[in-house]
């Protein structure tokens, strides 16, 4: 995968986090922080577009029906032991 070099600007603040976190050891450098924070929000933006999804899928479905909690429960027992 091809790299590309970038030059952000920081804060002092997030820049002694950043040191912090690499002196912790739970990174080697500034760079693998910074990727690990965009592969993290990837992630979280993916779930959230699935979640989204669900959401739309559900409001188009139709009117909602009543639900019976102690019907469902005795459904899933019956169903599952």
Same mark, same amino acid.
């Given at each position: 995968? !091809?790299?590309? #070099?970038?030059?952000? @600007?920081? +804060? ?12 912790? %050891? ?12 965009? !592969?993290?929000? #990837?992630?979280?933006? @993916?779930? +959230? ?12 479905? %139709? ?19």
């Amino acid at each position: 995968m !091809r790299t590309v #070099q970038k030059t952000i @600007t920081l +804060t002092d603040r997030q820049d002694n986090w950043i040191k912090t976190q690499v002196e912790a %050891g739970h990174y080697i450098d500034d760079s693998e922080y910074i990727r690990d924070l965009i !592969r993290r929000e #990837q992630e979280r933006s @993916t779930e +959230t577009e699935g979640v989204r999804a669900a959401l739309i899928e559900g409001e188009n479905s %139709g009117e909602p029906r009543p639900f019976d909690p102690g019907a469902f429960k005795e459904r899933m027992l019956a169903k599952h032991g």
